[in-house]
């Protein structure tokens, strides 16, 4: 069962903590778009360097 995208967002909040809205956009093969409302939020995602080197949804997904 794919994970749904609300949920990604919402794991990214819990991250990030944007101080603005952001938006998730789903491209192709499970690729997505953020944008963020925020210059500010856009520098400090950046500036935390590569996200997750050993990223695994399985293991925040949904029962």
């Given at each position: 069962?794919p994970i749904?995208?609300?949920?990604i967002?919402?794991?990214?909040q819990?991250?990030?903590h944007?101080?603005?809205?952001s938006?998730l956009?789903?491209?192709?093969?499970?690729?997505?778009y953020i944008h963020?409302?925020?210059?500010?939020d856009?520098?400090?995602?950046?500036g935390?360097?590569t996200?997750?080197?050993f990223?695994?949804?399985?293991?925040?997904?949904?029962?």
């Amino acid at each position: 069962m794919p994970i749904k995208l609300d949920e990604i967002q919402a794991h990214l909040q819990k991250v990030w903590h944007p101080s603005s809205a952001s938006h998730l956009i789903p491209l192709a093969r499970g690729f997505f778009y953020i944008h963020f409302n925020d210059e500010n939020d856009i520098r400090k995602v950046w500036g935390r360097g590569t996200c997750m080197p050993f990223f695994s949804p399985i293991g925040w997904k949904s029962a």
